[in-house]
């Protein structure tokens, strides 16, 4: 089982390597596994034999919302995307 902080670095590392763009994009896919891990959370059934249910379930919450979280404090450390618009006018 990895640490704490292994899974942190690791994420750091795979968010600090993609470009701006799959960067975004990632943000958008982990966003949608965060909402499948909550479901997952809320569907584990209750009581004895749900524990181990119970206990990955909140793993893959934590997780899912760790790489949401690192991905965007990379993406906000990034210089922000400037297109120029240029307009002309023959008047």
Do not use: C, K, W
């Amino acid at each position: 089982m990895s640490s704490l902080g292994q899974i942190i670095r690791a994420i750091q590392h795979d968010a600090a390597a993609l470009p701006t763009s799959e960067l975004r994009d990632e943000i958008e896919v982990s966003l949608e596994v965060l909402d499948a891990t909550i479901s997952q959370f809320h569907s584990a059934r209750p009581g004895i034999r749900g524990v181990d249910e119970r206990i990955t379930a909140t793993g893959n919450v934590m997780v899912a919302t760790l790489t949401v979280a690192l991905y965007v404090r990379e993406l906000t450390t990034r210089p922000a995307d400037v297109t120029a618009a240029v307009t002309s006018s023959l008047n």
